[in-house]
């Protein structure tokens, strides 16, 4: 369940065509909401993640452009090799690997880069808000990209004057 007021909403990439129609009107696409549009991160909260096809994931997930899988990993200490060891039995390789470790200050530890790296995986770490973002630009590029990501404890709202606060989750608070 979705705590809607926790949701920190991403940006659609927009698709402008400037095509020549009956009427001369620049037309735009959000690629998140385009028919057969690979798999997006619209929102996502302490509890999980809301996709373009309003598929809900409530945990951890791996996703790729095409498939979403829930992934048994709860805090960013958990993330190592064997959690990640789908990720070097693919064949075509990805591109990149993309970790949102959760908050800003979760670590990810050097062994576990090293395992995955000298096994021939790109990888991106970082804190889960920017992970999704980052997903979602190769995504929309046409990248043979997958995310690992573990929803934040903590996100960041910006408010109308342009400052960022910090919302952590709390517990039996309706608002």
Known sequence: MFLRNFNKILPNKIFIRNILTKDNKTTAVFLNDAVGAPLMINSLNQKGFRLNNNFSV????????????SW?????EEVNAESLSLFTILEPKLDVIIIGKGDKENVISLKTIQQ???????????PTEQACYT?????????FVAAALLPPKSLTISISDGQDIDLKLLNDVEL
């Open 135 to 143: 997903y979602n630009f190769l995504v929309s590029e046409g990248r």
């Open 58 to 69: 409530i945990g951890s997930m791996i996703i790729f452009p095409r498939t979403v899988l």
């Open 116 to 126: 995955m790296r000298s096994k021939g995986n790109s990888l991106e770490i970082l």
């Open 72 to 76: 048994r990993v709860k805090e960013a």
